[in-house]
Nanobody, 125 residues
Framework: QVQLVESGGGLVQAGDSLRLSCAAS????????MGWFRQAPGKEREFVAA????????HYANSVKGRFTISRDNAKNTLYLQMNSLKNEDTAVYYC??????????????????WGQGTQVTVSS
């Protein structure tokens, strides 16, 4: 069982940066593949970024590639999402998720077993 709590969201201007954190409970954080997803108003939830357990393979949605960086600190049981050059279209509720399966399906929401409550990111022009 893993409980996930996101933080770090807020209201920023276009071009600004923001770092989201996702604190995980439990002692097995390092065994999970982790992902970030987001849901904008009126839209379906979509994949943003993911990082596997060792060897820490990273994947990004095309819309954030080159601007966002996912990372994890297993000693702190924490997942991060560094977001740079934010755009209006990045406005959404951001969720972190944990996948405990053996395979790594980075953008398949159904593969993720545990989800956080989300943190709001609003980018104004």
């Amino acid at each position: 069982q893993v409980q996930l709590v996101e933080s770090g969201g807020g209201l920023v201007q276009a071009g600004d940066s923001l770092r989201l954190s996702c604190a995980a409970s439990g002692r097995t954080f390092s065994s999970y593949h982790m992902g970030w997803f987001r849901q904008a108003p009126g839209k379906e939830r979509e994949f943003v970024a993911a990082i596997s357990r060792i060897p820490y393979s990273r994947h990004y949605a095309n819309s954030v590639k080159g601007r966002f960086t996912i990372s994890r600190d297993n000693a702190k049981n924490t997942l991060y999402l560094q977001m740079n050059s934010l755009k209006n279209e990045d406005t959404a509720v951001y969720y972190c998720a944990a996948d405990g399966s053996a395979s790594y399906s980075h953008n398949d929401q159904l593969a993720y077993d545990y989800w956080g409550q989300g943190t709001q990111v609003t980018v104004s022009s």
